[in-house]
């Protein structure tokens, strides 16, 4: 059997142009219907929400058609049904040449990243021949700096059907051309219609703009982040079990109630888009504004299908001038559903007209930033030049922590896909996976470095300290890499002892070559301390009293003494209390000649073979408990050893 070829996809194209300029005419001419279904669309002549047709080409290629209203009082519906268009035709009336909104719906397709398409001259039965040359001619004049410049140019009449033909064939040629929705990986359909049908239920429609569903499949619906599932499909109004991008779908969704979702919601594979109040953006203000955008301005967010107002953090300056970009941050009143990259047009708040748009770089940003702080503007345009993976592996480099559920957000990828991702980049040996995810490489390395210096440092400040409590290293450290909890620091830890550099026992550590290094006067109290200790026996000295025998010195003194416990020398049988390893050996081995032969023995009996106190023997026995040799059961206790082997 030949292999299968992929299918190319699906193409949405939508009409822009000014009101009364026969958008809807030209829609009803080329599918057949009357996308003007609202009965106040039908009484007052004119588009008031968006609407969709199926577009069959000459070729057999089907093309999702969504007609939009051209009136400035609903900019706010247009921008619901631009958002999904792959391409657009721009309607304009021949007679009347460019108009207001002529003008704000190109700038919106071009803002929302719609740069492809077909300029439609429509009426062109009520105008003169020669007045039509010249009307196109000062048209593709007003095009010429805008993305529809090299567009072609039909000349239509929807009453004649003059120019009909040859637009479809205009179209049917391009439509390969326009075809860039990813059909693979995480599903993603904005809804800008709700409705309800009885016996079936709530339904939801919009452009798919990623990836594929079936039905039964189980999505989220954002921002609520409630589950739902497919119990059907339409597509281009026809039965379907599945659809995918660059086709207009209707879902049959159970688990939701029409009343709880609504246009600006999102259907999409669970875990995949973040929601977010607070994005840093690339933002460009129009350059045909009457005034420049201002700080803290107060807009009209349009993103995807939905709407929000907020307001305009620029990061550097005090305003965005006409024709200007800049970063900035959008601080939103309401959550949107969004990824990286996505497109955005903002509207001032007084008077409702469009100031401009951009892209999203952070769809996340965790805090607000500093303003005029060159570090951070370069840092976000770093960010936005390496698109959406480049700037998460650049968050990485920084300390952020991959995970799976991480980035299949960030990047609206499924779970699989964003496991084969960072499994394709640990196999590059650009990360590496450690208890609670994946770290770059380069930051583990760095991590690594920090962590020497850091016990380092611990050594230094407590120079008279052989080892370190590896609880004090982690917890000084966690401080400054809050990214890693403590398993993935225990892991960086037995790297540094395979790596041969750091030496762990007993909830201790230290650096192989770290020895502590005493002044003359220093190893003199040692000495003194050893020999004091040694000479005593078990009637040792408490350490505080050991220590006031070196007046103005005791710190030093208590200091010295845990470092001899520490290597061994010294043992602390009680706290504040210290033997000679000479004596304490002694006194053991006189504990284990009671307890032979599995026979037990009393805190008296031990007392006796020592010649010393009840208080130190009782001491010695209870520090042998905790130290696993001897058990104690009742007033009597028996040798560990003999217990576990009767």
């Excluded at 993305?147 to 239509?156: C, G, K, M």
């Excluded at 619906?221 to 026809?238: A, E, M, N, W």
């Excluded at 307890?595 to 031990?606: E, H, L, M, P, S």
């Amino acid at each position: 059997m030949p292999e299968e070829k992929a299918h190319p996809g699906f193409v949405v194209l939508g009409t822009a142009g000014h009101v009364d300029h026969g958008k809807t005419a030209l829609v009803r001419v080329l599918t057949g219907k009357n996308t003007d279904a609202l009965k106040e669309e039908m009484e007052r002549g004119i588009s008031i929400d968006i609407d969709f047709a199926p577009l069959a080409l000459p070729s057999g290629t089907l093309l999702g058609l969504v007609d939009v209203p051209g009136h400035e009082r609903f900019v706010r519906n247009m921008l619901a049904g631009a958002a999904g268009m792959d391409a657009a035709l721009l309607v304009i009336d021949i007679n009347e040449g460019m108009k207001p909104q002529t003008y704000e719906h190109l700038r919106i397709l071009e803002l929302l990243g719609v740069r492809a398409g077909v300029v439609v001259l429509t009426k062109v039965d009520l105008a003169e021949e020669d007045w039509s040359d010249v009307s196109e001619e000062v048209i593709r004049e007003a095009l010429a700096e805008t993305a529809f410049a090299a567009a072609p140019v039909v000349r239509v009449s929807s009453r004649t059907g003059t120019g009909i033909a040859e637009l479809l064939a205009t179209l049917d040629a391009l439509a390969p051309s326009w075809m860039r929705r990813d059909r693979t990986g995480a599903f993603r359909l904005p809804v800008d219609k709700v409705f309800s049908v009885p016996g079936f239920g709530t339904v939801v429609s919009g452009t798919v703009w990623r990836g594929t569903v079936s039905v039964g499949d189980v999505l989220e619906q954002l921002p609520s982040k409630r589950p739902v599932r497919v119990r059907g499909i339409q597509v281009h109004g026809t039965s379907s079990n599945q659809a995918a991008a660059g086709q207009r779908a209707a879902l049959n969704l159970t688990g939701v109630e029409k009343s709880d979702i609504h246009r600006g919601d999102t259907v999409a594979t669970p875990n995949t888009l973040s929601v977010s109040r607070l994005l840093d953006v690339q933002l460009t203000a129009l350059p045909d504004l009457s005034q420049p955008v201002e700080h803290r301005s107060t807009v009209h967010v349009h993103l995807a299908t939905g709407e929000v107002v907020g307001r305009v953090l620029l990061l550097s300056g005090t305003e965005l001038v006409p024709g200007e970009s800049g970063y900035a941050q959008l601080l939103l009143d309401k959550p949107l559903v969004v990824a990286s990259g996505d497109h955005f047009v903002v509207r001032g708040h007084s008077p409702l007209t469009t100031i401009g748009g951009g892209h999203v770089v952070v769809p996340t940003a965790q805090r607000l930033h500093r303003r005029n702080r060159s570090h951070i503007v370069e840092r976000l345009a770093e960010q936005d030049g390496r698109g959406p993976s480049g700037a998460l592996m650049m968050a990485a480099r920084e300390g952020m922590r991959l995970t799976v559920s991480a980035v299949a957000s960030a990047l609206s990828k499924t779970n699989a896909e964003a496991n084969e991702w960072l499994k394709s980049l640990e196999h590059a040996g650009d990360i590496q996976a450690l208890a609670s995810g994946w770290f770059a490489a380069s930051y583990l390395h760095q991590s690594m470095a920090d962590l020497r210096q850091r016990l380092q440092l611990l050594h230094e400040q407590h120079r008279l300290v052989e080892w370190v409590a590896k609880s004090t290293l982690m917890s000084l450290y966690s401080v400054e890499h809050s990214e890693m909890n403590g398993r993935d620091i225990e892991m960086l830890l037995e790297r540094a002892v395979t790596a041969g550099w750091l030496l762990v026992a007993s909830g201790s550590v230290k650096l192989r070559d770290w020895t502590v290094q005493l002044t003359e006067e220093e190893a003199a109290i040692y000495e003194q301390l050893l020999a004091r200790l040694t000479n005593s026996g078990l009637e040792a000295p408490t350490t505080d009293a050991l220590c006031a025998e070196f007046p103005k010195r005791d710190r030093v003194a208590k200091s010295l003494l845990s470092l001899a416990k520490s290597r061994g020398e010294l043992v602390e049988v009680q706290s504040g209390w210290m033997w000679a390893r000479p004596a304490y050996e002694f006194a053991v081995a006189a504990v284990r000649q009671c307890g032979q032969g599995g026979q037990a023995f009393t805190v008296a009996q031990v007392r006796d073979a020592l010649q010393t106190s009840r208080k130190q023997a009782v001491a010695l026995l209870e520090y042998l408990d905790g130290m696993g040799e001897t058990v104690r059961k009742g007033d009597v206790r028996y040798l560990y050893a003999n217990v576990t082997n009767s």
